[in-house]
């Protein structure tokens, strides 16, 4: 089982990009204790499928790609996956 952290740097996003993916299913969690928790398989599944990680628009080669995907990920014009410097 993965931290929300794990996942993120794993997708390269910042942590509200992993909480947007959850709260639109496209990740599943599991609570341990008060803790959020993914799944690898979670995470293989959503590299599988090729989702853009964001809610925003996708602009090829303005972001790096996901590893061996050729999906890109766009930055979200949302404020709740607006990550924090």
Do not use: D, K, N
């Amino acid at each position: 089982m993965l931290t929300v952290r794990e996942v993120a740097e794993a997708l390269v996003v910042c942590r509200a990009t992993v909480y947007a993916l959850l709260e639109r299913g496209a990740l599943e969690r599991v609570w341990v204790g008060g803790s959020i928790r993914i799944s690898a398989a979670s995470l293989e599944a959503l590299l599988a499928r090729g989702t853009p990680l964001m809610l925003g628009p996708v602009v090829p080669g303005s972001h790096p790609p996901i590893a061996g995907t050729g999906t890109f990920r766009a930055p979200s014009l949302s404020q709740a996956t607006r990550c924090q410097p």
